[in-house]
């Protein structure tokens, strides 16, 4: 669960934050498999911490992009599980807030 969570932060931090001077989404059109590029002084940072019972992890990315709107537009869909949970756009289905467990 938390490498999941660690991969869906960070993939986040490196296509979706990124955004040029209009505020357009540099990334987010390309597959997760592509490799991209940022400048030194936009390096992610990825934190972990423990108590030795508990793990927790932060992502951080200077870009500032995420919206309030954005967030609760996903937990809206999660909270749905409607028909429309996978997003057909180009970049990724729109599923990472989304943990199904079997």
């Known amino acids: ?9 960070l993939t986040n931090a490196l296509y979706n934050a990124p955004v040029d001077a209009a505020g357009a989404p540099r990334f987010a059109h390309l597959s ?3 490799p991209v590029t940022l400048a030194e002084d936009e390096a992610v940072v990825v934190t972990l911490c423990s108590d030795g019972k508990e793990m927790g992890i932060s992502v ?7 919206k309030v709107g954005t ?11 409607g028909s429309d949970l996978v997003d057909e756009k180009e970049g990724g289905a729109g599923l990472g ?3 199904q467990r079997g």
């Open 71 to 81: 967030i609760t537009q996903y937990l809206a869909k999660c909270l749905r599980r």
């Open 60 to 66: 951080s990315d200077p870009f500032g992009s995420l």
């Open 1 to 9: 669960l938390l490498c999941n969570a660690c991969d869906e932060m």
């Open 32 to 34: 997760r498999t592509q």
């Open 97 to 99: 807030l989304l943990q």
